[in-house]
């Protein structure tokens, strides 16, 4: 029988730590979703679009990102891309560079495949009548792409957030980073790491939740036009 004494009292002393970290990793989610939401959506059209200057960038830009590791991302952010630049780039910088541009790749994705959803028919009866493509894809395709899209926005959602957990590698204080320091200071990593563990859950569980009720909600409405 393993004769490990779980010491918490010890651990939760610290908690300005770890609320310092929940706050970066809030501060690092907030970004990287708005950012996956907003330029995703440019990037998507971009991907649909059958004008291969806009096409094959695109193309270029989501293979690139989807198919290298995120974490390498981070760190070639960090290290190579000073570089390049002749400017050092700070971890947070870094960090949200890496994170966001791979979750506009994978939001482009589920864009593209939104859009790509909308029976064609809906795109020659906008045109028959004289509808331009901007309004088209404004007003009637993205309306009811979007819809569809709702499910897989949440869990990319969620896939981003947890994600931020990364940018420990290049030293940006967020909820990782905290529980690294400070099992190394006070030598409790089972309980720092613990705790860690259930500081994630309640900061990701909520966007589970809505991502449920959204669900649900989509369910519901198409429950209605049946």
Known sequence: MNDFEWNFMLVLQYWPNFLRGILVTLELSAIVITAALVGGI?????????????????????????????????????????V??????????????????????????????????????????????????????QRIILPQAIQRMIPAFANRMIEGAKATSLASAVAVGELLYQGEQLANTIYRPLEVYTIVAILYFLVIYPLALLSYGLEKRLLKDEEIKI
């Open 42 to 82: 440019f990037l998507g059209i971009a991907r649909y679009s059958r004008n291969r200057w806009f096409n094959w960038p695109a193309t270029a830009f989501i293979e690139l990102f989807r198919n290298t590791p995120i974490f390498v991302q981070v760190v070639w952010f960090y290290y190579a891309f000073p």
């Open 84 to 137: 390049l630049i002749g400017i050092q780039m700070d971890g947070f910088t870094a960090a949200l560079l890496g994170i966001c541009l791979n979750m506009i790749a994978y939001t482009a994705e589920i864009y593209r495949g939104g859009i790509q959803s909308i029976h064609k028919g809906q795109w020659e009866a906008a045109k028959a009548i004289g509808i331009p493509y901007r309004q088209t894809m």
